[in-house]
C-alpha cells in the first residue's frame, strides 16, 4: 500500500456541488493505508445545500474515516505544534479558501490546519475548485504554484465556454498528487485539458 502509516488531513471547504466527487477519494487514501483525519470548514460544518445537509455529510465522513470531524480553530491549531499528520489536503479548495491560505487570513479550522502544517514545513496538497481561478483568485494561483511545500492537483477548465474562469481540480488525481507530495513533488503535468464534454 502507498500510504501506508501516513497521517493525512482531510479538508473540506464549500464547493458543494463537488463534495460527492471527493469522497471517493478519501476512500481511495483509507485503501492505500492512510489514517484520514476530517476537518470541515465552517460552511461545510453548518450549512445545508440542496446537494446535502451539514448533518448528514458529516455522518458519512466520519463513518468513512473512523474519525470525529475538526470543526473548529481551537480543534485545528494542535496540527502544528503536535505534529498530528504528515499532509494536509483541501478538496474541494475553494477561491476564497485558497484566497485566505495565500494571504495569510486564518479564520477558519481548515485554514488554520493548513497554516500550522506549513509551519512545520510538511506538504499541503490543493485541489482547487473555484469559478474565479482565472480571474480574481489567479494570482492566488500563481503564488500557490510558487510557494514552498504547497503542492497543487492537477486542474482543467470545467466549462471554457459558459464558465470561461472557473477551474476545477482532477479530484481522481488526489492519491498520486499526495504520493508526490510526500516525497516533495509538485505531480505533472498540472495544467490539464479540458474534456470534450466541458468544451
Known amino acids: ?30 485503501d492505500e493505508g492512510a489514517e484520514v483525519i476530517p476537518i470541515f470548514s465552517y460552511s461545510v460544518a453548518t450549512f445545508d445545500t440542496r446537494f446535502t445537509t451539514s448533518h448528514k455529510f458529516r455522518m458519512e465522513v466520519e463513518q468513512l474515516t ?9 480543534g485545528a491549531e494542535p496540527i502544528g505544534p503536535q505534529k498530528l499528520v504528515d499532509v494536509i489536503v483541501i478538496a474541494p479548495c475553494t477561491g476564497n479558501s485558497l484566497a485566505k491560505l495565500i494571504n495569510g487570513i486564518i479564520d477558519t479550522p481548515v485554514i488554520m490546519a493548513a497554516k500550522a502544517q506549513l509551519r512545520n514545513q510538511r506538504p499541503v496538497v490543493l485541489a482547487i475548485a473555484t469559478n474565479d481561478g482565472l480571474g480574481n483568485n489567479a494570482k492566488n494561483i500563481g503564488m500557490a504554484l510558487n510557494t514552498k511545500n504547497i503542492y ?20 481522481d488525481k488526489i492519491l498520486d498528487s499526495v504520493y508526490y507530495a510526500l516525497r516533495g513533488q509538485q505531480i505533472q503535468p498540472v495544467l490539464l485539458q479540458a474534456s470534450v464534454e466541458n468544451r
Open 1 to 30: 500500500m502507498k500510504l501506508c502509516g501516513i497521517k493525512v488531513g482531510f479538508c473540506f471547504t464549500g464547493s458543494f456541488c463537488t463534495l460527492a466527487k471527493v469522497l471517493p477519494q478519501v476512500k481511495k487514501l483509507i
Open 66 to 74: 473512523g474519525h470525529k470531524v475538526i470543526d473548529t480553530i481551537v
Open 152 to 171: 497543487m492537483v492537477p486542474f482543467f477548465q470545467d466549462g471554457p465556454t459558459s464558465k470561461s474562469n472557473s477551474l476545477m481540480a482532477d479530484m
